[in-house]
Structures are given as C-alpha cells and as structure tokens.
C-alpha cells in the first residue's frame, strides 16, 4: 500500500539554454520507506505532460532528504536542508554559494504541508522567488514572506463556510472535531466559535497524534487508545477531519484500534468529513486493510476536471525508459512489490520486475489512474508559471531589450518583476478552468463536494455531489445533490442525524438542559393555547386570533363562529320558553279583562294589573332579541328594551305596593291619606320610574351604544359573536337602577305584608320580590363566571324566570279564585280580616 506525495515536495523551474526537454533529479539518500500523492505517478511524470512541447524550460523534483536509518519526514531541519539546495551549485550543497549560471531558479511549487511554506520562506523570501502552494497555506504572520506566496488552493474561508453551510443543510447540529496539529489552532480558536454561533455544538474537539515518524506510526496511535475510543464511542454522527494529507493513515489506525473494542454499533457509524487538504494515503502495512471506513464520507476538495489524455499517458509510462526519473523505481516497488532490473540497493531475495506491470491493473487504494485533486492543483501551477514566463518574454521581445544569448542573464537581473507576471495570469487551461489569482494571490476557484463510495475490490469512487461557490449570492453557495449521496451502509441508505438527543417534534419546545451545551435539551409540550409547528423550536407561540390550537399543538385550526342559535338545544329550550311564558301572560290578561268588574280585579288598581301583565308578557318576548345572530339592530335593542320594560314593571309594583299601604291607612278615621289613593298616584309613579331608566338608557345609546363584536378570547375554540355592550358603566346603571327599583319595592311590600286584609296583595308583591331579586343577584356572579354564548344564556334564563316569578306569585293566586273559586271573589271575602269567619 503506497501513500503517494513526498512530504516536503518541491518544484524547481529553470530556464536553461538547451534544445531538449529535460526530467532529472538526484538520487536521495537511502531510506526505509517511500510515499507519494495517490494518482500523480510521480509529480516530474504530470510535469512532463503537462509541458511535453517545451524545449526551454527544466524541472527538478526534489524530496526532502532523510536519515538514512528511519523516517524523518516533516522536520523543519531538512525542510531548510531542501531548500538551500535550490540556491546552491546543483549536485553540490555549499550554502549561500552559486558557481553554475545555466540552472538558475524561478519559482518553486511546494506542497501539500501547509507548514512547509514556513520553512522554505525563511529561505527563498530573500531572494524574492515565487513559491507556488499546491497545498493549503496558513496565516503567514510575517508580510515580507506572505508576499511571495501564490496559493493554489482556495481560501480557508470559503471552506469553512463551506462545511458550516453543508452542516446546517442537513442540520448536523452535534459534531465532533479532530484537528492535526498546532498550526490548525487558529481552526480552534477562531472558526469553530462562530460555528457555535450558528447553533453546531461540538461532543469532543480533539487533535490527533503528532506524526514525527521517530517512532513506529502504529505505537503512536495505539498510545491514543484514549482518542479512538471517544471518538467511537461519541453520540456525535458527524465528524470534521481537519488535517493534511497523510491524516487518512492515523485515522485508519485510530478506526482499526476501534475495531477490537465493545463499542455498540449504533456509536460506531459515522460520516467523516473531510477538508481538501485531506487525500486518500495509506502505507504498506495498510495494503490489505478494509476501505469500508471511508464508505460514504463527505469531503471538500479543490474545484476540478477531466484532463484529456491524461490516462493514456499514465498507461505509456515505462519505467525503463525513464531511468533518470527518481520516483518511479521506489514507486514501481511498492507498487508491484518487485525492484526494476539494475536498481542499486535491491535486497537478494527480491523479485524482478518484468516489465509487463500495468498501473491500470492496481487497485484504486494504491493507485488511481484519474489525476486527484492535489495533481490538478500542480497541474494548474505549472501551468501558471509558464503562461507568466511566456507573458514575461513577450513583454521583452515588445521592447526589444533582449539581445540573442542574453536570456539569463536578463531573466536575473529582472526576477522580481516576474512576480507581477504572475499576479496578473488570466487563462483557460486545457481542461477549460478559467486560472486566475485574486487580491490576496489566492487561486480564485470554488470547492466541488465529494462522496465516497468504496468496493469490495479495494477501490473507490469520488463521485462529485455539491459545490462551493463562492462568487454565487449567499443563498446559492451551496449546491448539494442530495439524492445522488450514499451513506455509510450502517444508515442504511438514510440521512443520518447527528443531534444530542432525540429532536423536539411539532408540539413541543426545546427547554436546554442545565450543565450541557445548547445542543442538549429536554422537550415540553406546548402550554395550553400554544402550538409549534416546527422541529426543535425554542418557543410555542399563539394562533392567530381567529384560530386555535388542535390537539396535538402542531396546527392552528379555524375558530368556528358561535352564538346563541335557535338551532341548537339551549336556544331552542330558551326560545320555546320565551313563547310559552307570553302566551301565559296573554291567558291571565284574557281572564283578568273577562272579569274586569269582580272585586278582586278591580282591587288595588287594575289598571296597573293590565299594564304589569303587558310589560311581563313583553318582557318575555324581549327576551328573543337575545337568541339568534347579533345584529346592528338587535344589538341596539337587547339590553335598552329590557331595562325599560322591567322598570315599567318594577314601577308598577312599586306602586301597587304605596298604594296598598296608602289605601290602608286611608281606612282610619279622621286619616287625610284618601287625598293621595287614586289613579293619579299610580300613574305618576310608574311614569317617573320607568322615565328615568329610558333616560338612562337613552344616554347610553347616544353616547356608547352597543354594537356587534367578535370575542377571539373568551373560548379557545370558539370565536363568540356577541353584543358589546359598548359601556360596561351604562350597563350596570340599567341593572343597577332595576336593583334600585326592586330593592324598594320589597321593602315597602315587606313592611305592608301583615296588613289586615283578607286578600293583602302585599305578602304576594313580597314574595315576588324575593323571588325577582334572588333571580337577579344570582345571576350577577353566575353572568361573570361563564363565557361565550352562556352568558347570553344566563341573561334569558334571569329574564324568564324573574318575569315568570312575578306572574306567578302575583297572579296565580287571583287566577285561581277567579277560575277555581269563584265564591270567594267577593266584596265581603276581600274586606274581611284574616283571623274573622264567615
């Protein structure tokens, strides 16, 4: 199994003044294992591709020397080492000491470490050479240094924005973070608090181990048993791998010390995603090891095509004949597991490579045959440095300051200016990418989202499935293909979640739960009245006013329109009675009238008895002004036609009462209160009551009257239609006056009840009274305890039964020695006392 890219990769360009394309470069000292970038075949074999017509340009391909004894790869030592000799003699290292004037240096593509460029600055910056990251760049502190950087990789930022935005879309609102080393602590400190502050809450943000290679990679890891088994045993789904190139290799160690654990299986599943920096690479202990790891994990990678012919030309690679190329022979032997015939350093018992060997015929876990994303990015380098050296030798052929043979010697005196070549590069490569740098010398491109699919025969796909756009409008960065995702096999082909609990279903709210991050909250139904219709809302919030809440609090349902209806069974009950009770009224009225010149009609004023009759026999008619859907009109007349019609009967109470007492008292001998018994009397009472209640009433509907209303409130279900009474004040000064009235009434008729008459109205008025004032005093309280159409309800019930109270109590007894006992309604009967026989 090969990791395929050198650690500390650097690209060499010269302007040589030969005829012949040349790929060489010198042979590293012995080590004991080799890696490269998956799909390059060697970075000098894309080089000589990509510029195969050229007969002016030379390319050195130098790794990072090592010891001879272990693997030292990604030490700043032999990183300067590396690059000191770039600025020396070729073949010799003599610092700061140059003796060859043939192989002079332009620009230098280094990668895919993003802490290279650290190293190999603090050398090249002096010397104003470009250097070409093909790899991410970090935050250079240093302005001088930064000045000389080209990035080929985009921005950090828009990757970033690219993984908040892909986490957000399918709400991973529960992660987990692994990052490399030091130089990502700026992702730590910096990025993944605004994550926060877009709701993504982290279950663990670990680093990985360090990866010096002084010791055996396997015992790193296995000393990180600790990390392996938080991350596999964390309820957190999604996981973010921000890392380099070679942190496939120390997650694949970290899955399989994972693997001999009692981690339930529900933990285990996870999606990784990957930043574009992280590549597919493993070493030779990895060969056999299962791809099922990286089935269905996301990864952003930098926005590429298909370059034409590029896999005929990886099938026509013949290690034999490129003898000077020092990658293929180390690459051919692991590949193959064979040395190419005269390889110095091949072991005895080691096979011989036939020749015959097909790169097509390896797996795709060691080799693929498509260019990866790392390859295009050197790819386009390239491609840059000699689109800005061709625009640099056009710009001085135009002013004809190059003079045959002088090319190098110009090309030196004038390097900075190369730099202003290279910032201005605008073209369309062969794969019709449009190349250009931005304000910060950073590759203006977007970011394609990749889906891994894995094989049971060691290979893979990258099956592209979004994009990051960074110049689209903030709603359209984001492009994902959701149906064309596979998942890992443990989802069984759905979306995973990655939450800290279960998510709050419509109907309930999320309350956080006390010690835990915000991502972690219990859920409570909506409070009555209340309804979420959403996943995981923070607050329930009210319908509509015209709406309610169904029963599962999710929907806001139409309130239906209610009032009292003569449809339904309270309304009918009410109306039936409201006609009933007239008709009675009308039936006493009828035998009072038929029977008008008996002594019982005609004591104690049977006008007034007429008058009380009619205003009862109204009075229950008015009570129909209170059943039905209020209008404008009835509305008006409801309560204005009540109160005037019980003052009117009220008052003739009242005076039936005075001129009881009156009519007494008038009996005695030498008595002066005959003056005052008559007719006038009567009338002048009932007028003045019942006058002063129609003035109240008129005010009343002068100044606020009452008008139809929707009560939203009253009734959760229910929009009640309904009479506003306009002024609550008016209203209860016409039931106050009643009570007023009433109050009086009884008691003049309680003080008159024990007078000695045979047939003394007042017990009778007395009674009435009692019975019309606990009507009314009961319904004051019941009236404010009930809601909606019953208290319209209870209005009609108080209504009928006080006026039925005062025409049974009053006329009943009459009725009965009218109809029932006819001897006793007589002068000599009504005059007699109470305690005298006949």
């Known amino acids: 199994m090969m990791l395929l890219v050198a650690s500390v990769l650097v690209l060499l360009v010269q302007v040589v003044c030969k005829s012949s394309f040349q790929c060489s470069t010198s042979r590293p000292p012995p080590i004991v294992h080799k890696y490269y970038q998956s799909g390059d075949l060697l970075i000098a074999g894309i080089i000589s591709y990509v510029f195969k017509f050229s007969d002016s340009v030379k390319f050195e391909v130098h790794p990072s020397p090592s010891s001879s004894d272990s693997i030292v790869y ?70 001088n240094e930064a000045a000389f950087l080209y990035k080929m990789f985009p921005s950090w930022a828009n990757q970033y924005t690219g993984i908040l935005k892909l986490l957000l879309y399918f709400r991973w609102i529960w992660v987990g973070v692994i990052y490399v080393d030091e130089h990502e602590q700026q992702f730590v400190e910096e990025v993944l608090p605004i994550f926060s502050k877009c709701g993504i809450c982290f279950d663990f943000i670990e680093r990985f181990p360090a990866i010096t290679f002084l010791t055996s990679l396997s015992e790193k890891v296995v000393g990180n048993n600790d990390l392996s088994t938080l991350v596999m045993e964390s309820t957190a789904k999604a996981v973010v791998v921000h890392g380099e190139i070679q942190t496939i290799i120390v997650l694949r160690f970290l899955l399989r010390a994972a693997e001999f654990k009692e981690i339930p299986m529900r933990t285990k599943a996870k999606v990784w995603i990957l930043t574009a920096q992280v590549d597919f690479t493993s070493i030779a202990v990895q060969r056999t090891w299962d791809l099922d790891f990286i089935h269905g994990a996301l990864s952003f990678a930098v926005h590429s095509r298909e370059v034409l012919a590029f896999g005929q030309f990886l099938r026509a690679r013949d290690p034999a004949s490129e003898k000077k190329d020092g990658f293929i022979g180390d690459f051919w032997k692991q590949a193959f597991s064979c040395s190419l015939p005269g390889t110095t350093g091949a072991m005895i018992d080691e096979d011989i490579c036939t020749g015959e060997e097909k790169l097509e015929s ?19 380098a390239v491609y840059v440095v000699a689109h800005a050296l061709h625009a640099m030798y056009s710009s001085m052929l135009n002013h004809r300051t190059l003079a045959y043979g002088g090319r190098k010697k110009l090309l030196n005196q004038q390097l900075w ?41 060691q290979t893979f796909l990258r099956a592209k499935v979004g994009r990051i756009d960074p110049k689209a409008p903030e709603d359209k960065v984001l492009t994902i293909h959701e149906d064309a995702i596979i998942w890992p096999h443990m989802f069984n082909q759905v979306q995973p979640l990655s939450l800290c609990n279960d998510r709050c279903h419509s109907g309930h709210n999320k309350r956080t739960k006390e010690g835990k991050p915000f991502c972690c909250y219990d859920c409570f139904p909506c409070p009555e009245g209340k309804i979420s219709n959403l996943e995981d809302t923070n607050d329930c919030f009210q319908c509509p006013e015209d709406q309610y809440p169904n029963t599962n609090k999710d929907l806001c349902l139409q309130k239906p329109i209610s009032f009292l209806s003569y449809e339904e069974p309270v309304g009918i009950t009410l ?30 004023n049977r006008n007034l008895s007429y008058l009380l009759l009619v205003s009862l026999l109204l009075s229950f008619l008015c009570a129909l002004l209170f059943i039905g859907r209020p209008e404008k009109l009835s509305c008006l007349l409801q309560q204005t036609t009540f109160g005037i019609i019980f003052s009117v009967a009220i008052s003739c109470l009242l005076a039936k009462t005075i001129i009881v007492v009156l009519a007494f008292l008038a009996t005695k001998p030498g008595s002066r209160m005959r003056n005052w018994v008559g007719k006038q009397l009567a009338s002048s009472i009932v007028l003045c009551c019942s006058f002063l209640q129609t003035t109240i009433c008129t005010m009343w509907l002068v100044t606020s009257p009452p008008f139809p209303d929707f009560d939203m409130h009253s009734m959760t279900e229910e ?28 008691t003049v008729a309680f003080l008159g009840r024990k007078l000695p008459d045979s047939f003394n109205e007042a017990k009778f008025i007395t009674f009435s009274m ?31 039964a006080s006026s039925a109270g005062l025409l049974a109590c009053i006329f009943f007894p009459k009725c009965y020695i009218i109809v029932m006992r006819p001897k006793l309604n007589t002068k000599v009967q009504i005059m007699r006392r109470p305690n005298e026989r006949i």
């Open 575 to 604: 109306a039936s009675s409201a006609l009933s009770f007239p008709f009675m009224a009308a039936l006493v009225l009828a035998v009072f009238i038929k029977n008008q010149d008996t002594p019982i009609v005609k004591a104690n």
């Open 719 to 746: 929009m009640i239609l309904k009479c506003n009474e306009g002024s609550v004040t008016m209203f209860y000064s016409v039931l106050g006056y009643l009570g007023f009235l009433a109050t009086v009434s009884f």
């Open 362 to 380: 390896l797996p795709g876990s060691v080799f693929e045959m498509s260019m990866t994303d790392h390859s295009y990015s050197i790819y386009t």
């Open 417 to 457: 200016q190369f730099h202003g070549f290279l910032k201005r590069v605008s073209f369309n490569n062969s794969a019709g990418d449009l190349v250009s740098f931005d304000q910060n010398m950073e590759m203006v491109a977007g970011l394609d989202i990749i889906n891994w699919v894995t094989f049971p025969n």
């Open 770 to 800: 009692l019975v019309f004032c606990s009507v009314w005093l009961t319904f004051v309280p019941t009236y404010l305890s009930t809601k909606g159409k019953y208290m319209v309800a209870v209005e009609v019930f108080s209504i009928l």
């Open 74 to 143: 990604f030490s700043p030592s032999l990183t300067y080492h590396a690059a000191m000799e770039l600025l020396s003699t070729k073949g010799r290292l003599i610092p700061n000491y140059k003796c060859d004037n043939q192989n002079n240096l332009v620009a230098v593509l280094e990668g895919p470490n993003s802490n290279l460029c650290f190293y190999v600055a603090d050398i090249l910056c002096p010397f104003k050479i470009p250097q070409l990251l093909y790899g991410s760049a970090p935050a250079m502190t240093n302005k």
